[in-house]
């Protein structure tokens, strides 16, 4: 966890005033290079990159199981990834150039719908929530971190980042470095849900996506016509369902 977050001064401001310890959260950034092309630049937490690596990777479509990756290399803050695909330079330039394909509406065609009668109870859901707060460690010190979670029934991995997009990333590549089965588990966020958010989730076949934050209009209609269920603002002993409601049991 020491690499999550340094202590630095500050100076609390109140009834008083008075200089303090703090702990603030580290955030660095990653560039990653598949088939000796640079790919992107990510503000990450410093953990995990080989997990974040996969789940992108995977989340974005470029590769269809592990087993489509050569070599993942990691040289401080570049991750260097040789993958087996025919059609990358496509798939690649699906992701690169989004808006050549009308943004996330031309991008959701070439995400599979989800296929799956797995279901949960809604004593399941506030359980896993009520789980992911007592693993939210960084973000009680700092207050400056993003918690995701990967659930099926004999797993619960937790992952704390920056973005809530990256926490996703890296839950998702350690079920694939563990060789979970995506169609029987769901996730567990702390963030809000837009569209690019829901279709790296429908992509892997997981078919519940929760969080206590809301879905955004892009999210939502994105997870209509993936399939994806979709379960916000859950606080408090309750829940809403925005789509797909067949999923969850109560």
Known sequence: MSEMFRNVKAIRVGKETFELDEKIVNDEEIEIIVNELAFGRFSVSPTFLKEFALGYLAGEGLIDSIDSVKKIDIDKNTINIEIDLQDFDIRREMVMSSDCFGG?????????????????????????????????????????THIAALVTEEEFITIEDVSRHVAIDKVMGAGLLKGLDFSRSFIVSSGRMPSDMV??????????????????????????ESGLTIVGFVRGGRFNIYTHPERISF
């Not at 809604?122 to 009680?140: A, G, H, P, Y």
């Not at 279709?199 to 209509?224: C, D, H, N, Q, Y």
């Open 199 to 224: 279709m790296k989730v429908a992509r892997m076949g997981i078919p519940v996506l929760t969080s206590k934050a809301a879905p955004t209009a892009s999210g939502f209609m994105a997870g209509e």
């Open 104 to 144: 996330w509406r031309g991008k959701i065609e070439f995400v599979d719908e989800v296929v799956s009668d797995y279901t949960i109870s809604k004593d399941q859901i506030l359980e896993s929530f009520k789980k992911l707060r007592e693993e939210s460690k960084v973000w009680k010190e700092t207050g400056g």
